[in-house]
């Protein structure tokens, strides 16, 4: 029997999903029940290996098992960058191995059209916007960075310009930065309504269960017993971890994954005089050169979101007593870049977690036999996620292509130093890289 050593448990703060279309949550699970298939995790992964998996197979029955309500968890928490480019921050100039950044570029082409086509069947109001994306900088560093990034982006063959600080506010209102680099293939959504769109629409072979917390499982050469809290009792015969960090809580790539959080605050909604002092284009979004830097929205709705500052939360859980800090973090970059509509409050402040690997690596195939895992998305888990979710129920159906040996030959995630060693250099770093960042944070 293993044990569960940890559950998701965010805050209540997350402005995409408050302000996201209203669902009826799907009841608990109650009592025993068999299934062909049980996928942990009702993330972009978990949705899309699920789909998949009943798609493949549409006989058998597929569980889907939440532990919070879709939408609410780290999926609906982002914001809301379905990037089609390679986006290594462990490479100096984001790209990296020409053969690899070449791949990535066709898997996340590759989980934009699934996206698109799911939205337009299911009519899902996510709010898609191919609007592109902004990448800016200010300082000294993030404009080397940026340099950088364009001779990446020369050797990859990809699109792009250059917009020069003089015409900025003509895109994004603000004139606080120096330079951006404008990139058109990124779509923009609204992540929560997203999610909750994919999981109203799942094949009728698959079952969505949420606020059903599996706490301690078996497995066999015959399939996996999964326990929950509520003392209902699973039989399946596979299991599909789809949950990132907390796979290692699971037991499996444990001290490989890292569970690093960023926080996000979102005003409230713009007057029309407001958007006036501000100027622009109506929607856009902003990633910074520097990956410790800030990143903005803004929304069809005319709000202005926020998102910076980082911490290692070990056991993967929200850390709300962190918040009015970052508040005040998110306020003193807010005013630096929008003097203009300073003093605008926010309406909703929060944290969500990211999975990373020290080699910026995730995980893909078989962790035992019955039990599989697309897992660790490190910072891009609306692309990845939904690709990787995809490809392995294609893998489990017996299928082969190109993406799916790529992944199942990637270099799977390193191990961390022991704690405490490993919480105190993370930290450590976090911090200092923030600092670093200077007025890109």
């Avoid at 949705?47 to 597929?62: E, G, H, Q």
């Avoid at 796979?247 to 790539?253: D, I, P, R």
Wanted: with cysteine; hydrophobic share 35%; aromatic share 8%.
């Amino acid at each position: 029997m293993i044990k569960v050593t940890s559950t998701p448990a965010d805050d209540k703060g997350c402005g995409w999903y408050h302000l996201s279309p209203k669902r009826q949550a799907k009841a608990a699970l109650k009592g025993m029940i068999q299934a062909d298939w049980v996928v942990i995790g009702a993330g972009f992964t978990g949705l899309s290996a699920a789909r998949r998996l009943a798609n493949n197979f549409p006989n058998d029955s597929v569980l889907l098992i939440e532990a919070q309500e879709v939408g609410y968890g780290a999926s609906g928490r982002n914001s809301g960058f379905l990037i089609d480019l390679p986006h290594d921050i462990g490479a100096p100039d984001y790209i990296g191995d020409l053969k690899t950044a070449g791949m990535q570029l066709k898997l996340n082409l590759a989980a934009q059209e699934i996206l698109k086509g799911l939205i337009k069947e299911f009519n899902i109001d996510c709010k898609m916007d191919p609007r592109g994306k902004y990448q800016c900088a200010v300082e000294p560093r993030g404009l080397e960075i940026l340099k950088s990034y364009m001779s990446g982006l020369d050797r990859l063959g990809q699109d792009y310009e250059i917009i020069e600080e003089k015409d900025l506010p003509d895109h994004i209102g603000t004139s606080f930065y120096k330079k951006a680099l404008f990139t058109p293939g990124t779509i923009l959504v609204q992540p929560a309504a997203l999610v909750k769109g994919l999981a109203e629409s799942l094949p009728k072979n698959c079952t969505l269960y949420e606020y059903t917390t599996i706490t301690e499982f078996t497995t066999s050469a015959s399939g996996v017993v999964l326990n929950t809290a509520d003392g209902a009792v699973i039989n399946a015969k596979k299991l599909v971890l789809t949950n990132n960090a907390f796979a290692s809580k699971f037991g499996y790539l444990k001290g490989k994954l890292l569970p690093i959080f960023t926080y996000s605050s979102m005003t409230r909604p713009l007057t029309e005089e407001e958007q006036q002092r501000l100027g622009g284009t109506s929607t856009w979004g902003i990633i910074p050169a520097d990956p410790f830097g800030t990143t903005l929205r803004r929304t069809p709705d005319n709000r202005i979101l926020v998102r910076n500052s980082f911490s290692y939360n070990n056991d993967g859980k929200s850390k709300p007593h962190l918040l009015p800090k970052v508040r005040t973090r998110h306020r003193r970059s807010y005013e630096n870049r929008f003097p203009m509509l300073s003093g605008i409050e926010f309406d909703y402040t929060w944290g969500g977690s990211l999975c990373m690997s020290r080699n910026h690596e995730g995980f893909f195939g078989e962790l035992e036999p019955n039990v599989y895992g697309a897992l660790c998305c490190n910072g891009l888990g609306t692309t990845k996620g939904t690709i990787t979710g995809t490809l392995l129920a294609d893998w489990l159906a017996g299928d082969k292509n190109d993406m799916i040996e790529f992944l199942l030959h990637s270099q799977n995630p390193i191990a961390n130093p022991p704690e405490p060693i490993l919480s105190l250099g993370i930290n450590l770093n976090l911090m200092i890289s923030q600092y670093r960042a200077g007025i890109e944070s």
